[in-house]
């Protein structure tokens, strides 16, 4: 509880064994599902791997595109750099 | 185990130097805005049409794990993707504006199949053996929230690509007017 590991009494004889035998029951199914989740949370990690080259590309290939047309960022907002009169 | 398909390394070497030649021009070097400009004309398309490869395949593989065995829903999700993609990257896109809109497709789809994974986790009719840990939930909200700030950064930067790079006056006026 809490991170604690909190022990509670719960009787002698046929009905501590059952509920000992029930908590044991719970601990090995959570142990069983453990890999099963992380293999699930994997694949789905996997299946969206390709977004990081994607955001990389998009990201500096904007920032060319947009340079290259004469804009800049001066305090992080891009702006068109204002042509000066002659 | 988390492993990122990349651009081929032709590809990457000319993704380098555009990305050396944008941090020169950002910094204010004239030359180096020029040079980026010339190679930008030469192998911008290259560049974008191999991320957009990359994208189109990783929605496939997307789609697929997102349907699991549905193959209607696998078949709905791509004609889906098809209509977002004509709608958003509109008639004539530039290659940039092709590559913003694949990005943004690709965010979308990651977001509604986290949002669909959160709602049937979130389903009180879901068998307890179905059930994910909480450890596990977690994990996705956190990621469900950060896709969703990264879904509407990109659309935000679509439209301020279009806003800057159309022929919208560039200079401003400023009128003062004293009163007394």
Same mark, same amino acid.
């Given at each position: 509880?809490?991170?604690?590991?909190?022990?509670?009494?719960?009787?002698?004889?046929?009905?501590?064994?059952?509920?000992?035998?029930?908590?044991?029951?719970?601990?090995?199914?959570?142990?069983?599902?453990?890999?099963?989740?992380?293999?699930?949370?994997?694949?789905?990690?996997?299946?969206?791997?390709?977004?990081?080259?994607?955001?990389?590309?998009?990201?500096?290939?904007?920032?060319?595109?947009?340079?290259?047309?004469?804009?800049?960022?001066?305090?992080?907002?891009?702006?068109?750099?204002?042509?000066?009169?002659? | 185990?988390?492993?990122?398909?990349? !651009?081929? *390394?032709?590809?990457? +070497? $000319?993704?380098?130097? &555009?990305?050396? @030649?944008?941090?020169?021009?950002?910094?204010?070097?004239?030359?180096?805005?020029?040079?980026?400009?010339?190679?930008?004309?030469?192998?911008?398309?290259?560049?974008?049409?191999?991320?957009?490869?990359?994208?189109?395949?990783?929605?496939?593989?997307?789609?697929?794990?997102?349907?699991?065995?549905?193959?209607?829903?696998?078949?709905?999700?791509?004609?889906?993707?098809?209509?977002?993609?004509?709608?958003?990257?509109?008639?004539?896109?530039?290659? !940039?504006? *092709?590559?913003?809109? +694949? $990005?943004?497709?690709? &965010?979308?789809? @990651?977001?509604?199949?986290?949002?669909?994974?959160?709602?049937?986790?979130?389903?009180?009719?879901?068998?307890?053996?179905?059930?994910?840990?909480?450890?596990?939930?977690?994990?996705?909200?956190?990621?469900?929230?950060?896709?969703?700030?990264?879904?509407?950064?990109?659309?935000?930067?679509?439209?301020?690509?279009?806003?800057?790079?159309?022929?919208?006056?560039?200079?401003?006026?400023?009128?003062?007017?004293?009163?007394?």
């Amino acid at each position: 509880m809490n991170g604690r590991v909190v022990r509670e009494y719960v009787g002698t004889g046929a009905i501590g064994k059952t509920i000992a035998l029930d908590d044991e029951l719970k601990r090995l199914q959570k142990e069983e599902e453990v890999p099963r989740w992380r293999e699930e949370r994997e694949c789905l990690e996997q299946s969206a791997a390709f977004l990081q080259p994607l955001a990389k590309v998009a990201e500096v290939l904007t920032r060319a595109h947009l340079l290259a047309d004469g804009c800049h960022r001066p305090k992080g907002q891009w702006r068109r750099r204002r042509e000066h009169r002659a | 185990m988390n492993t990122a398909p990349e !651009l081929p *390394e032709k590809t990457r +070497e $000319r993704f380098k130097e &555009l990305r050396g @030649l944008a941090d020169r021009a950002e910094a204010g070097d004239a030359e180096a805005r020029r040079k980026l400009r010339k190679a930008l004309h030469e192998s911008s398309p290259e560049v974008v049409a191999r991320a957009a490869d990359i994208a189109r395949t990783g929605q496939r593989v997307l789609i697929s794990t997102a349907a699991g065995k549905d193959l209607v829903v696998e078949e709905a999700l791509l004609v889906r993707l098809d209509l977002m993609r004509a709608e958003i990257a509109g008639e004539n896109p530039t290659p !940039l504006e *092709e590559l913003l809109t +694949e $990005r943004i497709v690709s &965010l979308w789809l @990651l977001v509604e199949t986290l949002d669909t994974l959160m709602s049937v986790q979130l389903c009180p009719d879901l068998p307890p053996e179905k059930r994910a840990p909480i450890s596990y939930l977690r994990h996705v909200f956190r990621w469900q929230e950060s896709v969703s700030r990264r879904y509407l950064a990109a659309l935000k930067t679509l439209a301020q690509v279009r806003k800057l790079q159309s022929n919208t006056p560039d200079r401003q006026y400023n009128t003062q007017i004293n009163l007394r």
